[in-house]
């Protein structure tokens, strides 16, 4: 079955503490993008990859690293976490060539204390 | 990247025909149109996509005005499985994207 997998689904950690949210997609896409949801604004995007090692910012990329060491993978790396980073995250692939659509995962929901 | 913008929410009832507004004042020669579904603690899924005129598809139809500068994403008979929150968005390929809060569409019975 095609799909974005992202894990954990959910965490509840303390700031300061290193943590990495994994996604995979098993769909061979080139485009690979992370987001953070909150209450009023929406999905925001924090960064995105157009192939493997070639990453870039989105609007919100302040505090996150990411990383495409291998076309599926896709890890978002929160050195340092803070509390205002506690959100909804989304990780979405595509085949990035025209404007094919976006697949999305589930959800990992961060808490962080 | 242009901006767009959405209203808030908008109900309906069931069996009703919804149309939903996007304005895109800003969009670039290049940009398509895309209209995202979700569900609440889903990812969005993609409804539709367009450049210019009309395109229908089993789920939806979107309409394009000549100038684009807005688009029109219409749900026929909707059914209360159709409560979800609608992402409008104008992209030129596959760089950076703008989701916006979206219209949240509450259908009642």
């Known amino acids: 079955e095609a799909q974005v997998t992202q894990n954990p689904r959910y965490l509840i950690t303390v700031t300061g503490k290193k943590l990495t949210v994994t996604c995979s997609q098993n769909?061979?896409?080139?485009?690979m993008s992370w987001y953070r949801q909150d209450p009023g604004l929406g999905l925001r995007q924090i960064y995105y990859?157009?192939?493997?090692?070639?990453?870039d910012k989105g609007d919100v990329p302040e505090g996150y690293k990411v990383s495409r060491k291998e076309k599926r993978n896709f890890p978002l790396i929160l050195e340092s976490p803070s509390p205002n980073q506690t959100s909804l995250y989304f990780c979405?692939?595509?085949?990035?060539?025209?404007?094919?659509?976006?697949?999305f995962g589930d959800g990992t929901r961060l808490s962080i204390l | 990247l242009a901006k767009t913008t959405q209203p808030i929410s908008m109900d309906s009832y069931e069996g009703q025909e919804v149309n939903i507004t996007c304005s895109h004042n800003?969009?670039?020669?290049?940009?398509?149109i895309t209209w995202y579904q979700q569900f609440p603690s889903q990812g969005p899924r993609f409804i539709i996509q367009?450049?210019?005129t009309k395109v229908t598809n089993e789920v939806a139809s979107l309409f394009i005005p000549a100038d684009r500068k807005s688009s029109t994403l219409s749900l026929p008979r909707v059914s209360l499985s159709d409560t979800a929150v609608y992402y409008c968005?104008?992209?030129?390929?596959?760089?950076?994207?703008?989701f916006g809060s979206g219209t949240k569409l509450n259908v009642k019975p």
């Open positions: 979405a692939s595509s085949l990035g060539q025209g404007n094919q659509p976006q697949h």
């Open positions: 769909m061979n896409h080139e485009y």
């Open positions: 990859s157009m192939n493997v090692e070639v990453t």
């Open positions: 800003n969009i670039a020669t290049n940009d398509y």
């Open positions: 367009g450049y210019k």
């Open positions: 968005l104008a992209h030129t390929n596959f760089n950076k994207f703008y």
